[in-house]
C-alpha cells in the first residue's frame, strides 16, 4: 500500500501529479505566482534554518513549476517563528531565487509576507530586516523584497498595543521602507471586500501605496472571483483618489 502524506509534509512527484492534473498545464503566456510553504496548520513550522528543509522547499517548488510547464513570476513565503532569524530568511530567499535562474533561467521576485507572531510581523522588523538585506546582500534588493499584509499587521498591532491602535498601526507602516514593498496582499475579512468604513485606516494605506515606486503587485486575498473584482475596484478607486487629494495638497 501506498504510504499517504503527513500534515506539513513536503509534496512529492506523485502528490503533485495527483493534486495537479495534467489539463490544469497554465498557457505560456501567463503570469503566477506560488505561496506554497507548508504554514497552514500552526504545528507546521518553517525552518529557514535548517538546510535539509530549505532544499526540500526549493525542489517542491522546482517540482510543481516542471509540472505546471513553466515557472512562477514571483514566490510568496513567510518568515517563520524563532530560531528563524533575517540571516536565514534572506540566505533562503537568496538560495531559492538561484535555483530557479539556474533550473528555469528567469528571475523571480521572492516576497517574504509578514505574518502575526512570526520573527517579520511589524514595521520595525520589516526595516531591520531591509536594512540587513542591503547591507549584506545589496545586488539581491531587486530580487527580493516585502508583500505587505496590512491586514495582518493591524492584527499584530492590535495584539501589541491597547490603545490608539490606529496611531501605533500608521507608525508601523511609515517605517517600512517605500523600496522594499514589491506588492501588497489587500483584504479585511477574507470573505467580503474592504470598504472605507473598516477598522483599518485604508486612506493611510494607500498614501504609503502610492508612494512606492518599485513595480508591484496588489493581491486581493479574497475567496471569490466576484470579491476579488471588488477588491480590485476598491483599489483602484483608493489609489486614484489619494493620488488626486495628494496633487491638491501639492497645488494648494
Ligand atoms: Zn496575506
Known sequence: MRRSLSKCEFLNKEAINKLYLKEDKLPRDIKYIFHTEPALDSKCNLKWYNEQWVNQFIKMSIDISRHMGLPPTMIEIHPGKKPNTYQYIAESAIKLFNNFKDEFEVKPIILIENRTDHVISNGIQMK???????????????????????????????????????????????????????????????????????????????????????????NPEVL?????????????????????????????
Open 128 to 218: 531591520e530586516f531591509w536594512d540587513y538585506l542591503i547591507k549584506d546582500y545589496p545586488l539581491y534588493q531587486k530580487y527580493i523584497g516585502f508583500v505587505v499584509d496590512f491586514r495582518t499587521m493591524y492584527t499584530q498591532v492590535s495584539h501589541d498595543y491597547f490603545n490608539n491602535v490606529n496611531n501605533h498601526f500608521i507608525d508601523n507602516i511609515e517605517l517600512i521602507p517605500a523600496e522594499s514593498i514589491k506588492g501588497c496582499h489587500i483584504h479585511n475579512s477574507h470573505p467580503k471586500a474592504p470598504t472605507i468604513r473598516d477598522a483599518i485606516p485604508w486612506l493611510s494605506v494607500f498614501n504609503k501605496i502610492i508612494s512606492v515606486n518599485n513595480d508591484m503587485i496588489l
Open 224 to 252: 471569490s472571483l466576484r470579491v476579488a473584482l471588488e477588491t480590485k475596484k476598491f483599489c483602484v478607486d483608493m489609489i486614484r483618489e489619494r493620488r488626486k487629494s495628494q496633487s491638491n495638497s501639492t497645488i494648494g
